[in-house]
């Protein structure tokens, strides 16, 4: 079964961390770009950051540069997403989601919560 499954959210202070994996399963992981992307009632889908096939060119939103990076390793078949320097505005529904950018209709897991809050 092609599969996402996302794991690592949960509830972080304000300037706190966080490392979101995302396991694939069911197609070649190597081959694909990906991307994570995240979801709120007020601001919608908006795209986080993507990585080349291989993991070398990257690319982060405005929003998080400096604070986000995305990882993968192709060996375990995993994407990652460590979040340091968290803030309230970083509070979403996470998703790792196959190929660049966000994308409707590419494939996506079930998503991972994300809360900031003190």
């Known amino acids: 079964e092609v599969q996402l499954v996302e794991s690592g959210g949960g509830l972080v202070e304000p300037g706190g961390s966080l490392r979101l994996s995302c396991a694939a399963s069911?197609?070649?992981?190597?081959?694909?770009?990906m991307s994570w992307v995240r979801q709120t009632p007020e601001k919608g889908l908006e795209w986080v950051s993507s990585i080349h096939s291989r993991g070398g060119a990257t690319g982060v939103a405005p929003s998080v540069k400096g604070r986000f990076t995305i990882s993968r390793d192709n060996a375990k078949n995993t994407l990652y997403l460590q979040m340091n320097s968290l803030k309230t505005e970083d509070s979403a529904v996470y998703y790792c989601q196959r190929g660049w950018g966000a994308v409707p209709g590419n494939l996506r897991g079930q998503g991972t919560r994300v809360i900031v809050s003190s």
């Open positions: 069911g197609f070649t992981f190597s081959s694909y770009d």
